[in-house]
């Protein structure tokens, strides 16, 4: 799901101009997300596959469904190496979505849109600090 982006860390994003894909990190595991939220690798890797099993399916703003962003990647980082203008992290879960509308693209490229974020309910528990 597109996103405009709320988390202060630093967001992993690649713009391939002439394909028109957008790469950015989905979740990563063993941080704390932008809702003060952590998940551990088995989560991370749990939620991509069933991301992939039971939905595929894309929105702006977790408000607008769309078929103008279409999954083409997707999958759980077996190593941490450089993409775009940051660092993919072992363990993290990235995606690649093929943006077909000209105004989406353009928000894409704008900065508009910097990421993804998972909407998705879940058993929580409670950490020590």
């Given at each position: 799901m597109l996103k405009t982006n709320i988390n202060t860390t630093p967001i992993l994003k690649s713009l391939d101009e002439e394909k028109r894909l957008f790469t950015a990190v989905v979740l990563r595991p063993n941080?704390?997300?932008?809702?003060?939220?952590?998940?551990?690798?088995?989560?991370?890797?749990?939620?991509?596959?069933?991301?992939?099993?039971?939905?595929?399916?894309?929105?702006?703003?977790?408000?607008?469904?769309?078929?103008?962003?279409?999954?083409?990647?997707?999958?759980?980082?077996?190593?941490?190496?450089t993409i775009g203008n940051g660092e993919i992290v072992e363990g993290d879960w990235i995606m690649t979505m093929k943006i077909?509308?000209?105004?989406?693209?353009?928000?894409?490229?704008?900065?508009?849109?910097?990421?993804?974020?998972?909407?998705?309910?879940?058993?929580v528990e409670m950490l020590d600090d």
């Open positions: 941080e704390v997300d932008a809702h003060g939220d952590i998940y551990d690798n088995e989560v991370v890797e749990k939620a991509a596959h069933d991301y992939m099993i039971y939905s595929q399916g894309s929105n702006l703003q977790h408000l607008i469904p769309t078929d103008q962003a279409v999954v083409v990647e997707s999958y759980i980082a077996k190593a941490s190496h077909l509308d000209d105004g989406l693209w353009e928000l894409c490229k704008e900065g508009v849109f910097t990421g993804f974020s998972v909407g998705c309910v879940g058993t």
